[in-house]
């Protein structure tokens, strides 16, 4: 990465930002380019505001009371086409991270599974647990489904929660029941029996493990690997006004996925993390998925997933459309429709700026892949693009 005068960049429009982010691991590279002075390397004065839910977060930014956001990657792409009852263009030009979620069930349910299985149960295994999982929904009928809960409607989670119950052959929207919370009542939710389980991002799976009222049933780096998790979102007439600031607000970004990137970074970031203004919770909670350590349960010896997080590696960053598209056609059966290609394909290049990407890596000497679509949900090692650029393996436990 190459070093960058700031003053031969375009003119930033607006110093003074106020960005939206959620008490989630993930929000790391908000909190670092703070912290490490990045913001105001390239000349913005930020301040960050943590919301207690994504409905807060997109409403917010669509009453311009945040410039920016860190928000789900579906999210630009269903509020562009007003499926949340508000219809407002965002786009993204930045994914800020991938992966990092967890399918977390009650451990009596997962105990149920266990004596089901005809095999003991380990998270790797997402197809064993689906399986099991289905298992126990049939004993119990039709009139007693199970209830599972996940952050959005429209988020990676409910799509790799659907993927994982297809697996076990159960039909998520008949089958089970799926209900919408916060992440931060997710442990509470499940420790009272009001769900018998979740998906959620870090650190919430950990948390209900170390409390013992929950067992980490997969990764959803298990269901879906190195799925599009966060994306920096703007209201593309914000773009329109201020694409110098946007452009430095990238920059700060991307050199903070980039010092993420080195998980010998990783440690020294957990407590700062932790501190009030910004996570407010104990660094032992943030440790396992930033470290890659993640435990089952309470008694596991942690499982080793490194790339649990990833926030730079394999062209992290990049804003793939024909991820965008694989989205679109996920929330489908949400939106109870189904669109022609011409209308997704429109909709994802209005929302997935590769070439605000290119723009950005272009100037911080990174690679950048040169096509905008792959194909997706069928590879288990890497993409290799040209001049060797490393894409990671996005196999699919269930389209």
């Not at 070093?3 to 960005?19: D, F, G, R």
């Not at 579906?74 to 991270?97: E, F, Q």
């Amino acid at each position: 990465m190459q070093k960058i005068n700031p003053k031969s960049l375009p003119v930033a429009e607006k110093q003074h930002l106020n960005l939206g982010y959620m008490r989630l691991s993930d929000s790391a590279p908000l909190i670092v380019a703070q912290e490490l002075g990045l913001f105001a390397k390239y000349g913005l004065d930020v301040t960050l505001h943590r919301e207690v839910s994504w409905a807060n977060i997109r409403d917010k930014l669509i009453a311009r009371t945040f410039d920016a956001a860190q928000m789900l990657a579906p999210m630009p792409l269903v509020i562009t086409l007003g499926a949340t009852g508000i219809r407002a263009p965002i786009v993204t030009g930045l994914v800020l991270s991938l992966n990092g979620n967890g399918i977390t069930l009650a451990p009596p349910l997962w105990e149920r599974m266990n004596e089901l299985s005809d095999q003991p149960l380990q998270t790797r295994d997402a197809q064993a647990t689906a399986s099991a999982f289905a298992m126990a929904q049939r004993e119990r009928g039709e009139k007693q489904p199970l209830t599972l809960a996940t952050v959005h409607l429209f988020s990676t989670h409910t799509i790799q929660l659907r993927m994982w119950l297809k697996a076990g052959g159960l039909d998520p929207d008949h089958d089970v029941r799926i209900i919408v919370l916060p992440p931060e009542q997710m442990v509470d939710s499940l420790a009272q029996g009001v769900i018998d389980g979740f998906c959620v991002g870090e650190p919430w799976n950990s948390i209900a493990v170390a409390y013992g009222v929950g067992v980490l049933s997969s990764t959803g780096f298990d269901v879906w690997n190195n799925a599009p998790e966060k994306v920096l979102g703007v209201l593309e007439d914000w773009h329109t006004h201020n694409p110098g600031t946007h452009l430095r607000l990238r920059l700060a970004l991307m050199e903070a996925c980039q010092w993420l990137a080195d998980m010998n970074n990783r440690e020294p970031i957990i407590e700062l993390l932790s501190r009030p203004e910004y996570l407010d919770l104990p660094a032992h909670y943030l440790r396992p998925s930033l470290t890659g350590h993640i435990p089952q349960d309470r008694t596991d010896t942690p499982r080793q997933q490194q790339n649990f997080h990833v926030f730079s590696r394999y062209n992290a960053g990049f804003p793939w459309r024909s991820q965008a598209e694989l989205i679109l056609h996920q929330c489908e059966p949400m939106l109870g429709k189904v669109f022609d290609a011409n209308r997704i394909a429109s909709i994802t290049q209005q929302c997935f700026r590769t070439d605000l990407y290119r723009e950005s890596a272009r100037l911080l000497d990174m690679p950048a892949p040169d096509k905008d679509y792959k194909s997706e949900g069928t590879h288990d090692q890497p993409y290799f693009f040209s001049e060797g650029i490393e894409v990671g393996s996005d196999l699919m436990l269930s389209s």
